[in-house]
């Protein structure tokens, strides 16, 4: 039996590292890559293995962020300038398109905040994200918003989608959040009133 050229044991199973162009046990391929292993981008476990722990620090980070009243940033006009026409147009294009749920939203919210934070090699965008991310770029130099002021926009954009996703009403209650927003109807209309 073969042993790993990292830890010197014997590998019961193994895999090809790119990064050093060898077969490596699964153990030190799994516990040591983007660590003792300088792993590349064109390995797909390691951007796989990023792409899940991005996501997993996004999610705690929007768990964390805009808990209080007076930590929100949708009170600063010159952040609505971004906001406001960014989710018309969402709401616009996407309302009536049934494939387009809170958790494509949230993703591609993701995907572009990582992609203004320099991560872009990693990920890939379709073509709706391509436009999404287009139109968002495009207000924000319309509005000469600032990088840092994007990237909190995107992660107070995914606190709303967080915080609204799931539950009785199913996984399109951000759009929905939208069409009460913006025309006063629909389930979260509905449900306002009969709370009154």
Same mark, same amino acid.
């Given at each position: 039996?073969?042993?790993?050229? /990292?830890?010197?044991?014997?590998?019961? &199973? +193994?895999?090809?590292?790119?990064?050093?162009?060898?077969?490596?046990?699964? =153990?030190? *391929?799994? +516990?040591?890559?983007?660590?003792?292993?300088?792993?590349?981008?064109?390995?797909?476990?390691? /951007?796989?293995?990023?792409?899940?722990?991005?996501? +997993?620090?996004?999610?705690? !980070?929007?768990?964390?962020? *805009?808990? =209080?009243? +007076?930590?929100?940033?949708?009170?600063?006009?010159? /952040? !609505?300038?971004?906001?406001?026409?960014?989710?018309?147009?969402?709401?616009?294009?996407?309302?009536?398109? /049934?494939?387009?749920?809170?958790?494509?939203? &949230?993703?591609?919210?993701?995907?572009? *905040?990582?992609?203004?934070?320099?991560?872009?090699?990693?990920?890939?965008?379709?073509?709706?994200?391509?436009?999404?991310?287009?139109? *968002?770029?495009?207000?924000?130099?319309?509005?000469?918003?600032?990088?840092?002021?994007?990237?909190?926009?995107?992660?107070?954009?995914?606190?709303?989608?967080?915080?609204?996703?799931?539950?009785?009403?199913?996984?399109?209650?951000?759009?929905?959040?939208?069409?009460?927003?913006?025309?006063?109807?629909?389930?979260?209309?509905?449900?306002?009133?009969?709370?009154?």
């Amino acid at each position: 039996m073969a042993k790993c050229p /990292i830890c010197n044991k014997k590998m019961k &199973f +193994s895999r090809k590292c790119t990064a050093v162009d060898q077969v490596i046990c699964t =153990k030190c *391929f799994g +516990s040591k890559k983007g660590l003792e292993i300088q792993c590349t981008d064109d390995c797909k476990f390691f /951007i796989e293995n990023k792409i899940k722990a991005n996501k +997993s620090n996004m999610v705690k !980070l929007v768990k964390k962020s *805009f808990n =209080k009243e +007076s930590e929100d940033i949708y009170k600063d006009a010159r /952040i !609505l300038g971004l906001v406001m026409p960014f989710e018309q147009f969402i709401f616009g294009k996407y309302y009536n398109d /049934i494939n387009f749920n809170d958790d494509f939203i &949230f993703d591609c919210y993701m995907k572009m *905040f990582y992609l203004i934070d320099g991560q872009e090699s990693i990920y890939t965008f379709n073509e709706v994200e391509t436009e999404i991310f287009d139109e *968002f770029s495009r207000i924000a130099k319309e509005t000469e918003m600032p990088i840092e002021s994007q990237k909190l926009i995107l992660v107070r954009m995914m606190k709303s989608v967080d915080s609204v996703t799931g539950g009785n009403f199913g996984n399109r209650m951000y759009l929905e959040l939208l069409r009460n927003h913006f025309n006063e109807t629909g389930i979260v209309a509905d449900v306002m009133k009969g709370m009154l």
